[in-house]
């Protein structure tokens, strides 16, 4: 007779393939019965945004039917997000992870990779915050066509949801075109308030907009807040890859890992079926490979990423059969997957 120990025999030689470690050894694998023929049981992934999902759920069937007398297989799949095991002392309620979005320049459409990420992050069932810590020129609220905050409880800033997103920005804050004229201690206090003043709740991943450039705004988020990790988000043109290399150095510089280099705008199709690479062509691949680190994918030109982005409606909620939806959505769940093994390594370069 099949036992639930055979079952784990079995699942214990199936590697998670980003994490190159066997399922049981991960506690991936729980809620074990075996009824006659029948096997029900609950897999716990590391992200519910994971790119091989369905790799791992037919490896995981076919093991176990391969047992003698096994017919068929129930199976519930769920997520569990890890933490880095960073401490977050400004951020009352546990943020597993927070990455920050960088680009070497302003123009790039970091924002809008930022945005579309927390959606997509959210629509896969994550628990998502987005912090927009672009002080001179937030754009987060327009893009998640959101204008105000809700009234605040006991002294605590409480954010803006949209999308399944909860969010802060100074946008919130500020009449519309109005000038914010800081210096380095305002900009600092402004950044440090939005970490520690909000009532976030806990969050899977904490997604923060930087603005562009390597000074003041950067430097003083990331002596506020542990990172998780950094992505850098480029354009194919030689101008716009100098300054991205200059984003990444920063994180290296700053010891924050590189999670990866997204290429935005990378290229237009044409209606005849061929491809126009506008503002070159490769260049975020080369980037990531001249610092050794993760290319995440490279996003078309679409009129409808700006016009999601100008009507407070991301392209992946709600045109999501789109070719640059399916490419945002494809990159979120790499860098997911990037997370998740940062994760695991910072705990383990922790025991």
Not at 249 to 269: C, H, K, R, T
Request: hydrophobic share 45%; aromatic share 4%; net charge negative.
């Amino acid at each position: 007779m099949i036992t639930s120990q055979d079952v784990l025999s079995v699942l214990s030689k199936i590697q998670e393939p980003e994490l190159h470690r066997d399922l049981v050894t991960l506690k991936m694998v729980s809620d074990i019965e075996v009824q006659g023929d029948l096997v029900k049981l609950k897999l716990t992934l590391t992200t519910p945004a994971c790119p091989l999902r369905g790799k791992i759920e037919a490896e995981v069937k076919q093991a176990i039917l391969s047992l003698e007398g096994i017919r068929n297989v129930e199976l519930i799949t769920d997520a569990s997000v890890p933490s880095d095991g960073r401490s977050r002392e400004l951020l009352r309620l546990p943020v597993r992870n927070a990455i920050a979005v960088a680009s070497g320049k302003g123009g790039v459409g970091k924002s809008t990779v930022a945005v579309n990420m927390a959606v997509s992050l959210a629509m896969h069932g994550a628990r998502v915050g987005l912090l927009d810590a672009d002080i001179y020129g937030p754009n987060i609220p327009t893009m998640m066509g959101v204008d105000h905050l809700p009234a605040p409880k006991e002294d605590r800033l409480i954010p803006a949801e949209a999308y399944g997103v909860k969010m802060m920005s100074i946008g919130f804050m500020v009449r519309p075109g109005q000038p914010l004229i800081w210096r380095g201690p305002m900009l600092h206090t402004a950044v440090r308030q939005f970490l520690a003043d909000v009532e976030w709740g806990e969050l899977d991943y904490l997604i923060i907009d930087l603005p562009p450039g390597t000074g003041d705004a950067q430097l003083s988020l990331m002596q506020s807040i542990t990172l998780s990790g950094g992505v850098i988000v480029t354009m194919p043109q030689q101008v716009s890859l100098d300054d991205a290399s200059r984003g990444l150095a920063m994180f290296n510089q700053l010891n924050v890992p590189v999670l990866g280099v997204i290429e935005n705008m990378s290229y237009l199709d044409m209606s005849d079926g061929s491809r126009m690479d506008i503002f070159g062509q490769g260049g975020g691949e080369t980037l990531a490979r001249n610092f050794k680190v993760p290319f995440l994918g490279s996003i078309p030109i679409e009129p409808g990423v700006r016009k999601g982005g100008d009507s407070g409606k991301p392209i992946v909620y709600f045109q999501p059969e789109s070719n640059a939806a399916k490419i945002m959505v494809e990159i979120t769940e790499k860098l997911a997957a990037q997370i998740s093994i940062a994760a695991f390594m910072s705990v383990d370069a922790a025991s």
